[in-house]
């Protein structure tokens, strides 16, 4: 065989060699892709839903995947809120009196003022002055006149010059002169004047310590002593009252004595407790509401005429359901719950909610009851019905 024809056959044969190891190389790689584990065989297949006749009815091919959940026993005492005004406590609320009639000439305090008790509240020019002062005067020359009589008569008695009768008479005279002196005196100090610095000008100044909550009397006005308005209204705000409305209905939530939650407008954050002080006996004929009047310790944040709420308690305590709040759906300004009806088959019941527990758990008022199933997250639910 010549050198050529060895050539060949052997160029041949590498060829054959490595088309064969090609052929190979492919059926290994082929084998490898038919043995690896396709990461969709792992997934649950997904869930499909039919509808049922009723729109709120679903069946599901794999409920497995919508675990339940069985509504636990809450025991609540359902809370009446009302709302209600701050009002000063009238017992606590003492008024400015000014005996004397008169020009007011100076005003020292204002309405909303917090005063001192014995400050100076304002100054009244009153001409009933000058006619104490001249009483009170008289007073004085006619008890040393007095006095006088009865030192004689004494003398004269015991000499033997006077009977004992005008010795008695002095006496009845001198005990009438001298009451008369201190009516005067005690008109003047009610008056406020000094009987050995006697002045036109009548002080009037606080009985009390609290806050100034009304006012009738301004610069250059008139005050005519007890038969015109009081200058000021003192009140001492420590304590404060709630004046409730409550509806005819819902009296029974509220006792005399009890204690209800106080919430205000102005500091929602803060919870004041307010103690039930009275229950008026009549009712408002047209909106069939009585009175309840509260009394709260006041630290300095209450204010006349501000709104609150007030919360009661005094129900009988009512047996509720509880749920994760996860069960619970809100949808459409709406609440809802997912139930079991049969094997795949769950129900979308709407219920009422109350306020959040323990433990995440979401109190249910009325839909469900202790004891029922539902599914726990009823969002997962939803959004597979939606797909």
């Given at each position: ?8 056959l ?21 084998g ?13 297949p ?5 509808p049922?006749?009723?729109?709120n ?5 794999h409920p497995e ?21 701050v009002?000063?406590?009238i017992a606590?609320a ?7 009639a ?9 309405l909303g003022?917090?005063v001192?008790?014995?400050q100076l ?10 006619g ?9 020359n006619d ?21 004992k ?12 002169v001298?009451?008369d ?17 006697p ?5 009037i100044?606080?009985?009390?310590a ?8 301004t ?5 005519q002593?007890?038969?015109?308005p ?10 404060v ?9 819902d009296?029974?939530?509220v ?20 103690r ?11 909106l ?11 630290p ?11 919360t ?14 996860t069960?619970?759906l809100h ?13 795949g088959?769950?129900k ?13 758990l ?6 469900i ?17 939606e797909?």
């Open positions: 065989m010549t050198s050529q024809a060895k050539y060949f052997i160029s041949r044969a590498a060829k054959c060699g490595a088309i064969a190891a090609f052929l190979l190389c492919l059926a290994l790689l082929v490898c892709g038919e043995n690896k584990a396709d990461p969709k065989a792992e997934v649950p997904p869930a499909t839903v039919e049922d006749l009723d729109a009815n679903f069946k599901v091919d995947q919508f675990p339940l959940v069985t509504a636990v026993e809450h025991k609540a005492a359902p809370a009446l809120n009302v709302t209600g005004v009002q000063p406590d606590r003492v008024p400015v009196i000014s005996l004397a008169g020009r007011v000439v100076e005003i020292k305090a204002r003022d917090t001192k008790k014995g509240l304002l100054r009244v020019q009153s001409n009933d002055v000058s104490a002062y001249q009483a009170y005067r008289k007073a004085v008890e040393l006149l007095a006095r006088q009589q009865l030192e004689r008569a004494q003398i004269l008695y015991d000499k033997g010059a006077i009977a009768s005008t010795l008695e008479q002095a006496e009845d005279v001198a005990q009438n001298k009451a002196l201190d009516a005067s005196t005690e008109q003047l100090r009610l008056l406020g004047i000094d009987k050995d610095h002045s036109g000008i009548v002080d100044t606080a009985p009390i609290g806050v100034i909550t009304d006012q009738q009397v610069n250059a006005s008139g005050v002593g007890l038969g015109s009081n200058p000021f209204t003192i009140s001492d705000l420590s304590y009252w709630i004046v409730c409305d409550v509806y005819e209905n009296l029974d939530a006792r005399v004595g009890e204690f209800a939650d106080i919430h205000l407008s102005a500091y929602p954050k803060r919870i004041f407790k307010g039930i002080d009275n229950i008026l006996p009549v009712l408002d004929p047209n069939r509401t009585a009175k309840v009047r509260l009394e709260v310790a006041n300095g944040m209450m204010r006349i005429g501000m709104f609150v709420t007030a009661f308690y005094g129900k009988q305590p009512e047996t509720r359901a509880a749920v994760p709040a069960a619970i949808l459409h300004d709406r609440e809802w719950v997912y139930t079991p009806v049969s094997a088959h769950f979308r019941l709407e219920v009422v909610t109350g306020g959040m527990l323990p433990g995440n979401q109190e249910v008022v009325s839909g009851k202790p004891g029922d199933q539902v599914v726990l997250n009823a969002l997962v639910l939803q959004n597979t019905l797909q």
